[in-house]
């Protein structure tokens, strides 16, 4: 088969990612998709996961069944009690899809009579002989926990549904040449400000596209990150350095309802022109790695840890509600392993 193609979550999105060697022809071929995107930190192309795609790409289809009557009802009880929760749109998607899933997978049975022996079946039978990812496998686990958390009658055991084994993936971590390299490789000024913001403050990319001027107190030197990942504001220090290029920016481009806007006033930036400014970038700095947004953030916590802050400061900076998550920058620190001497070195 000239690809293989399997079902991921990307970015909270359910998709179909498409792996092949690099072939001219099949590039652009892939293309001629409609929302074809490429991944350029997990080395795939994905597409939306549409019926139409998951035929094309021999993919088992998800709307051939439909539940029964009191897996339709289970589902829109479920979708209710996200919104009223205030789980993101995206988020409620994913969960229910995932529901009505494993719903249809137990037709035959009542809610209540389903057990812990089907959730095994299900992954078995369905995800690991489907190829599924085992993030997506998460996400199903997520939704089948949360689901079965608030119907009343269950023959679930919630404490003994198992997570997937997941592959330990170190961040992705630039040295200080190289950002700095990618920060002034860009002339026009507010390109260069949307970057540097990005590392300077540790900022995701959503975060950066929802700022407002009046989220900047240039009085107290923080930017207020509102509403931001799991629905928490949090504060960030403000350098001087950025503050005055902020000012310039500001009276260049005087900026209404976001910091950042995007062709028409009032509306944010588009996260895909961010993307193909950063690119653009990476290519004037002459740096041949796949760099990403997220690499210059994770850059930021980890350039922050050599220079000796604490991980419980890193922690808050990034907005991370475990410390769990801000540890795993101590495995890509040079500053320790550097000061390591091979043996070799004393043969």
Request: with cysteine; charged share 25%.
């Amino acid at each position: 088969m000239k690809w293989k193609a399997k079902l991921i979550l990307h970015n909270g999105t359910t998709r179909i990612a498409v792996y092949f060697e690099k072939n001219a022809d099949l590039i652009t071929q892939i293309k001629s998709y409609q929302d074809a995107r490429w991944s350029a930190s997990q080395k795939y192309w994905h597409l939306p996961d549409t019926e139409a795609n998951r035929i094309q790409f021999q993919l088992p289809l998800a709307h051939t069944v439909v539940p029964n009557s009191e897996g339709v009802e289970s589902i829109i009880m479920f979708k209710r009690y996200l919104l009223s929760k205030r789980y993101s749109p995206n988020t409620i998607t994913t969960y229910s899809d995932a529901l009505k899933s494993f719903l249809i997978f137990c037709n035959s049975k009542a809610v209540s009579e389903i057990s812990n022996d089907d959730v095994i079946a299900y992954n078995n039978e369905y995800i690991l002989k489907n190829n599924l990812s085992s993030s997506y496998q998460n996400q199903l686990v997520n939704a089948i926990k949360l689901y079965f958390k608030i119907v009343k009658e269950s023959a679930i055991e919630l404490d003994k549904i198992h997570r997937p084994k997941r592959a330990k993936v170190l961040p992705n971590v630039l040295s200080k040449e190289e950002v700095k390299a990618i920060l002034l490789a860009h002339s026009n000024l507010k390109h260069r400000t949307m970057l540097s913001l990005i590392y300077s403050c540790g900022l995701r990319c959503g975060e950066l596209l929802s700022l407002q001027p009046q989220h900047i107190d240039s009085k107290r030197n923080i930017i207020l990150i509102k509403n931001a990942k799991g629905k928490k504001d949090r504060i960030v220090p403000l350098s001087l350095k950025i503050l005055a290029m902020l000012r310039e920016y500001y009276q260049l481009y005087k900026p209404k309802t976001y910091l950042f806007e995007g062709q028409k006033q009032g509306e944010p930036y588009d996260a895909r022109s961010l993307q193909l400014i950063l690119k653009q970038a990476i290519a004037k700095a002459g740096i041949s790695k796949a760099v990403t947004l997220h690499w210059l953030r994770h850059s930021y916590a980890t350039h922050l840890l050599e220079s000796g802050t604490d991980l419980r400061y890193i922690q808050e900076l990034l907005g991370h509600s475990s410390s769990k998550t801000t540890e795993i920058y101590t495995h890509v620190s040079t500053k320790s392993i550097q000061q390591i001497k091979s043996p070799f070195d004393e043969l």
